[in-house]
Every structure is written in C-alpha cells, then in structure tokens.
C-alpha cells in the first residue's frame, strides 16, 4: 500500500516562500508521475505542478515561474518550492502519485495534505 505524507505547509506573507515535501512509502518500484495538486476554499481541486519518470514537468499557468518541482525519482521525497505566494495561492496542497502498477484496483493515492495559507 503506496502511504504519502506531505509536510511543510504553514503561514506566510505574501510575498514570501515555502517548501512543501512529499514521502511516498510502500513501494519499491518508481511513480508514473508524481506531484501537487491542491483545493483553495470553495474551490474544485487542481493540478498545481508534476514530474513523471524522466523527470518532465508540468506546471499550472497559474503557478509557473513561481513554483519549483523537483525530486521524485527513484523514491526520493518529491518537493514544491513556492516563491512569490499570492493570497489565491491559500488552499490545501495534496501530493498526488500514479503508478504503473495496479495493485487492488488503485493506481493513484492521495496525501491527506497540507494547508498552506497566505496572508495579504
């Protein structure tokens, strides 16, 4: 059973940065992909950033330039680097990861996240 545990998230200015960092257990082999979504209030969850094996990245519009994904290979913690937080940028940032392997019908888990608040 794949376990991730986000930590990391806290109160910020805006302005200012934080890094998230992601821990994947419960596997041996490598992720699909592997990344950060997150959930602002009253808000429908979205990508914010992924990298996939080869170590290809994907960011929100909202977010390039901003943000840096990194790690993630070979089962290393996977990290968010976020400069220049915005208040649109408070919400609860989930680490998201896609297997190759189906095991028990899953091949995607879900962190239980972490909140990330920015204060104007």
């Known amino acids: 059973q794949v376990h991730l545990v986000e930590s990391g998230g806290g109160l910020v200015q805006a302005g200012g940065s934080l890094r998230l960092s992601c821990v994947a257990t419960?596997?041996?082999?490598?992720?699909?992909?592997i990344g950060w979504y997150r959930q602002g209030p009253e808000k429908q969850r979205e990508l914010v950033a992924t990298?996939?094996?080869?170590?290809?990245?994907e960011y929100s519009p909202s977010v390039n330039g901003r943000f840096t994904i990194s790690g993630g290979n070979r089962k290393s913690p996977v990290y968010l680097q976020m400069n220049d937080l915005k208040s649109e940028d408070t919400a609860v940032y989930y680490c998201?990861?896609?297997?190759?392997?189906?095991?028990?019908?899953?091949?995607?888990?879900w962190g239980q996240g972490t909140q990330v608040t920015v204060s104007s």
């Open positions: 998201n990861a896609k297997t190759w392997v189906v095991v028990d019908g899953r091949s995607e888990y």
């Open positions: 419960g596997t041996p082999f490598s992720f699909k992909t």
């Open positions: 990298i996939d094996v080869d170590g290809t990245t």
